[in-house]
């Protein structure tokens, strides 16, 4: 089954206590990307991945790190969590495909993990 | 740069009643996709669909139904009929054809009443 996955799906945690949450696809995209969503904001950009070891910025990348060492996994790092940092994640892998002639983006999400930093 | 509203924070509603959700995007492009996303009480967002920006023709799916407007740049969400079920977070979404972003609306959240 075409999926993306997120781990964990919950998390609490404290401020300054490095987390990871991992991220991984099985449909060999290589488009990967991370929102976070909050109250009033809908989902933002965090970072996204063109690519094996190619990364950018999105709109709201302060606070966090990516890599994307393999095709399937693009890991979100907190190195030194803060509260404002408390939000619902989202994973998101993604491909350009053609529909009658046009091309279009086709985003797939991750279940998403509620994250709490106290 | 794109952007997209979603004028309406709250509806709440009583059951069997039609509802309508706003949509109003900003794009320079002229090629691009307008989306519609569910997200249910459990959080995962639930793709409801995909529209080009080439194809203006109204989209029905049984109680759901779509209003592409390109002259006013709107994308509304009917939903008749509307049950408990239909109780949640609905996002409208934009993306340009070759960026690997979607930008979201703030979402509107829906109650249905019983």
């Known amino acids: 089954e075409a999926q993306v996955t997120q781990n964990p799906r919950y998390l609490i945690t404290v401020t300054g206590k490095k987390l990871t949450v991992t991220c991984s696809q099985n449909m060999n995209h290589e488009y990967m990307s991370w929102y976070r969503q909050d109250p009033g904001l809908g989902l933002r950009q965090i970072y996204y991945s063109m690519n094996v070891e190619v990364t950018d910025k999105g709109d709201v990348p302060e606070g966090y790190k990516v890599s994307r060492k393999e095709k399937r996994n693009f890991p979100l790092i907190l190195e030194s969590p803060s509260p404002n940092q408390t939000s619902l994640y989202f994973c998101?892998?993604?491909?350009?495909?053609?529909?009658?002639?046009?091309?279009?983006?086709?985003?797939?999400f991750g279940p998403g993990t509620r994250l709490t930093v106290l | 740069a794109q952007k997209v509203t979603q004028a309406q924070t709250e509806i709440s509603v009583v059951e069997k009643e039609d509802v309508t959700l706003d949509c109003v995007y900003e794009t320079r492009d002229t090629t691009y996709y307008l989306f519609w996303y569910k997200q249910p009480p459990s959080g995962e967002l639930v793709f409801l669909i995909r529209?080009?920006?080439?194809?203006?023709q109204n989209e029905i799916s049984g109680r759901y139904s779509w209003n592409f407007q390109k002259s006013t740049s709107s994308f509304n969400f009917t939903i008749t009929a509307s049950q408990v079920v239909d109780s949640a977070v609905y996002f409208c979404a934009l993306s340009e054809v070759y960026e690997n972003d979607m930008r979201f609306g703030a979402g509107t959240r829906l109650t249905v009443k019983p």
């Open positions: 529209r080009n920006s080439f194809d203006e």
């Open positions: 998101a892998s993604s491909y350009i495909g053609l529909a009658g002639g046009s091309p279009y983006n086709e985003q797939f």
